[in-house]
T-cell receptor, first 113, second 112 residues
């Protein structure tokens, strides 16, 4: 059983650029959620996808968008990057919208300069 | 989204029992309570989840009083490897839409 894998592990972008982060969910999981974790803080919920539909969203602007594919992998896209977007981005997958807990990946460390 | 409050930090010694309490005054009827553990530069790891009363697994117990406005994670006989940040998560388990909020986290330091 493979866990949640995220790519890339580290990324440096310039302010104003766009970035795409990728996540492969754990085998058998049909739900993916994304979180932003700033240094020293708890993860903040961005949004969640269940069977390719967004079914929950946190307090993030529309320049944060996502996709879930038929194989339940997912992408997080961030447009017009700002310095405050520098953070660890975590992907988590589950079966049945989290009823049995979420499995997290190790994250992508994004630095915006 | 249900807001949670936890102690910022706790200290313990190896072999002791550690209890971490999370307050979630505005928990909704459909919300479950989940606890995660996070080590530096890693994603959170699921520990335990419950809805009411008591839940126990091989690593921890979760105590939830009748009003569900708080919960307590109990770690029996902690070791140095339990040094981590512990998060309380309250989520809407209603079908259709889910909202997940992490607490501020409790930094547990276990001393030898």
């Amino acid at each position: 059983e493979t866990g949640v894998t995220q790519s890339p592990t580290h990324l440096i972008k310039t302010r104003g650029q766009q970035v795409t982060l990728r996540c492969s969910s754990q085998s058998g999981h049909n739900t993916v959620s994304w979180y932003q974790q700033a240094l020293g803080q708890g993860p903040q919920f961005i949004f969640q996808y269940y069977r390719e539909e967004e079914n929950g969203r946190g307090n993030f602007p529309p320049r944060f968008s996502g996709l879930q594919f038929p194989n339940y992998s997912s992408e997080l896209n961030v447009n017009a990057l700002e310095l405050d977007d520098s953070a660890l981005y975590l992907c988590a997958s589950s079966f049945g919208q989290g009823a049995y807990g979420y499995t997290f990946g190790s994250g992508t460390r994004l630095t915006v300069v | 989204l249900a807001k949670t409050t936890q102690p910022i930090s706790m200290d313990s010694y190896e072999g002791q029992e550690v209890n971490i309490t999370c307050s979630h005054n505005n928990i909704a009827t459909n919300d479950y309570i989940t606890w995660y553990q996070q080590f530096p530069s890693q994603g959170p790891r699921f520990i335990i989840q419950g809805y009411k009363t008591k839940v126990t697994n091989e690593v921890a117990s979760l105590f939830i009083p009748a009003d569900r406005k708080s919960s307590t994670l109990s770690l029996p006989r902690v070791s140095l490897s339990d040094t981590a940040v512990y998060y309380c998560l309250v989520g809407d388990m209603d079908t259709g839409r889910r909202a997940l909020t992490f607490g501020s986290g409790t930094r547990l330091q276990v001393q030898p």
